[in-house]
T-cell receptor, first 114, second 115 residues
């Protein structure tokens, strides 16, 4: 099946710094990618929909100025957590689909903010 | 509000034993239901999905799930568990068959398999 890859898989940063997480579709082009967040023992929550060449669509309650999403190419979307704080520590997962087909998920990126 | 409940946070079974993972949903319209598996260090992989028709759906790796509208359930089953099935399992409900832009996930069930 199609492959979606995230980098880094694990990152630790100091409070107040910014962290960028990449999501790549390795063998297909994705005009739309999705970013989720998963807190421990909680379900995956959709944060935003990343649209190639246009602004991302954020879910209610997600701060767009804090979670910057850029989808500059058909194979890459990035999520930047700006001025990260310990409460932003979480597991971030992206997904993408080729055309209108099945969703494929990345392996996730664990962010720890000290 | 739409929601998915997986009542069991952690399940332990012996290899070769049967397995049933529970999933209940609350959704106002016709649900599109999914089961995903996540192994350590890997992305979520689709096991099976239900859109319509036969309420018993077959998936990969020998898994099956049965949609019961009267019980708002979509439980995942496997007759004989293998050690490689140890993973996290997520049930999800979506608004449509493929354009599931807003999948609603359960909290997951972690499966541990003893030899």
């Amino acid at each position: 099946g199609a492959v979606v890859s995230q980098h880094p898989s694990w990152v630790i940063c100091k409070s107040g710094t910014s962290v960028k997480i990449e999501c790549r579709s390795l063998d297909f082009q994705a005009t739309t990618m999705f970013w989720y967040r998963q807190f421990p023992k909680q379900s995956l929550m959709l944060m935003a929909t990343s649209n190639e060449g246009s602004k991302a669509t954020y879910e209610q309650g997600v701060e767009k100025d804090k979670f910057l999403i850029n989808h500059a190419s058909l194979t890459l979307s990035t999520l930047t957590v700006t001025s990260a704080h310990p409460e932003d520590s979480s597991f971030y997962i992206c997904s993408a689909r080729p055309g209108s087909g099945e969703l494929f998920f990345g392996e996730g990126s664990r962010l720890t903010v000290l | 509000a739409q929601s998915v409940t997986q009542p069991d946070i952690h399940i332990t079974v012996s290899e070769g034993a049967s397995l049933e993972l529970r999933c209940n949903y609350s959704y106002g319209a016709t649900p599109y239901l999914f089961w995903y598996v996540q192994s350590p260090g890997q992305g979520l992989q689709l096991l099976l999905k239900y859109f319509s028709g036969d309420t018993l759906v077959q998936g990969i790796k020998g898994f099956e799930a049965e949609f019961k509208r009267s019980q708002s359930s979509f439980n995942l089953r496997k007759p004989s568990v293998h050690w490689s099935d140890a993973a996290e399992y997520f049930c999800a409900v979506g608004a449509s068959a493929y354009n599931t832009d807003k999948l609603i996930f359960g909290t997951g069930t972690r499966l541990q398999v003893f030899p």
